[in-house]
């Protein structure tokens, strides 16, 4: 009740700090979305990055692949070819069979990873009922066997994306990109987490904006970082990810930064925004 006066009074993007955090309700397992209809922003980079570094600080992680790209199944080692079990099938059966989690022992990591034929997903759920909360439904199956869930977004706003916010518990992540036209496509997004509030999850909100590709050299990637905080006022992550050839390298060794560069800048600007977005969810770094 006081959390909707709130949003009617401030809107979704003006919740102050101390607000956002009284409105997070204590479940044991906070899920994330990475999303962004935008393509390249950093969602996967992002989404296997600060799960390795959540998983680094002790926190029990999943990372779900809910792209039929695959990208960060490709990018954490794993052949989406040969998955057993994929966000595919969570989505057509609601269900997550402990044997399609594949855990990376060396990262304390768990992917459930997406395979092609997520790529038929859109069209096979259009008869379903209930086809917006596919995911959020099997993710419940998992409740309290992970800190972290961080659902990577595959760009686009189809029916995938809409599974990937509804199943947004804890909020969206939205990472956005240090270029020019960064914000060009945000009130797309934005109009769509409205509808999704609207008709299907009220509750849905921005957790926090991730700059990403960011170039010291260049003004605009200044600028963009002016505006985006003018556009998503104290909601934006104040660690920002460089743009660095390390974390671009990274997905061909199969291995997230952490692993494979971990004392790059790179690396440092996910370790740091994992220790961020720990403090900000009220949990104590060890
Ligand atoms: P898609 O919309 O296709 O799913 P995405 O938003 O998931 O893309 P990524 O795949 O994470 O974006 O990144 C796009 C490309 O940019 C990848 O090749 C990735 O390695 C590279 N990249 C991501 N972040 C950085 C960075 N900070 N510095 C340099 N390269 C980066
Ligand atoms: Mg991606």
Excluded: W
């Excluded at 709130?6 to 309700?25: A, F, M, P, Y």
């Excluded at 962004?36 to 029990?60: C, E, F, H």
């Excluded at 044997?99 to 379903?128: H, K, M, T």
């Excluded at 199969?254 to 220790?275: D, H, N, Q, T």
């Amino acid at each position: 009740m006081l959390r909707d006066i709130l949003k009617n009074l401030n809107g979704l993007c003006e919740l102050s700090d101390d607000i956002r955090k009284s409105t997070i309700v204590n479940h044991m397992t906070r899920i994330y979305t990475l999303a962004n209809q935008k393509g390249g922003v950093g969602k996967t980079t992002t989404a296997i990055n600060l799960g390795a570094y959540l998983a680094q600080l002790d926190q029990q992680v999943l990372v779900v692949d809910l792209d039929p790209q695959a990208n960060a199944t490709s990018c954490l080692g794993v052949d989406k070819y040969a998955v057993q079990g994929s966000t595919y099938d969570a989505l057509l059966y609601t269900d997550i069979p402990a044997s399609s989690i594949l855990y990376n022992e060396r990262l304390r990591l768990s992917l459930l990873p997406s395979s092609p034929s997520l790529a038929g997903a859109e069209i096979e759920l259009v008869e379903e009922e209930g086809r917006e909360f596919r995911l959020k439904n099997a993710l419940g199956s998992l409740d309290g066997k992970y800190d972290y869930i961080l659902v990577d977004c595959p760009p686009s706003l189809g029916i995938l994306t809409v599974n990937g916010l509804i199943a947004a518990r804890d909020g969206i992540l939205v990472p956005v990109q240090c270029e020019y036209l960064a914000l060009e496509g945000l009130g797309q997004l934005t109009r769509t987490i409205e509808r999704v509030q609207s008709s299907l999850f009220p509750d849905l909100r921005v957790r926090g904006v991730i700059l990403t590709m960011f170039d010291s050299r260049t003004n605009l990637s200044t600028d963009v970082v002016q505006e985006v905080k003018k556009h998503f006022p104290g909601l934006v992550f104040q660690s920002i990810v460089p743009r660095s050839i390390r974390l671009a390298e990274a997905p061909s060794y199969g291995l997230p930064i952490s692993a494979y560069s971990p004392s790059s800048v790179g690396a440092r600007s996910y370790e740091m925004l994992a220790k961020e977005l720990l403090k900000g969810d009220g949990i104590p770094i060890h």
